[in-house]
């Protein structure tokens, strides 16, 4: 069974810092792409960034550049998200995806809040 | 960066009819486009990928269809667990972008 599992959300202050986890089972991790994808209280979904399989490139949405930063490691069969200098609009349930060539999200996480507050 | 606009925002139905959504791109994405299904409280589950091609286990009701910029995803035979927030997305290029969700009601 293919699992992904979240997991170092929490309540952080503006400018504060945060690394969330995935660990997945039930698949080679190491054959895929894997993607963040973040959704803020009753919005939409935005595809923050990705890694490709070996962790040669790298891909942020313009909106998080320069902040978060994402990363894995195969041989422990999980994925990273760094997210520096947090701003209340950063705000969101954040999901890990594999991705099923070139862009689908065929498997989910169940989900980190983030939550940026004073 | 491609903008992609679903209508309706909503629609209410009832159980074995047939409903559409639509999904339109603000360039063309030839058929790289997906649908995913959202329920309260829980991670999206992909669909429909390839603008047609029905993702493993997804039942046969469900149906999409389009190319460039113009795509619709077909529900027929509505079913309870149907009721969710439905989704398009763009991959033809970076940033991969989202639609606004189209919230599906069953009556």
Redesign the interface.
Known sequence: EVKLVESGGGLVQPGGSLRLSCEVSGFNFDYFVMAWVRQGPGKGLEWVASIKKDGSQRFYVDSVKGRFTVSRDNSKNSLYLQINSLRAEDTAVYYCARVLAPTWLDSWGQGAQVTVSS | DIQLTQSPSSVSASVGDRVTITCRTSQGVTS?L?W?QQKPES????LI?DASTL?SGVPSRFSGSGSGTNFTLTITNLQPEDSATY?C?Q?SS????????TRLDIK
């Not at chain 2, 991670?43 to 992909?46: D, F």
């Not at chain 2, 970076?94 to 969700?101: E, S």
């Open positions: 790289w997906a995913y991670a999206p589950k992909l990928y993702q989704y997305q991959g970076f940033p991969v972008t989202f639609g606004q969700g």
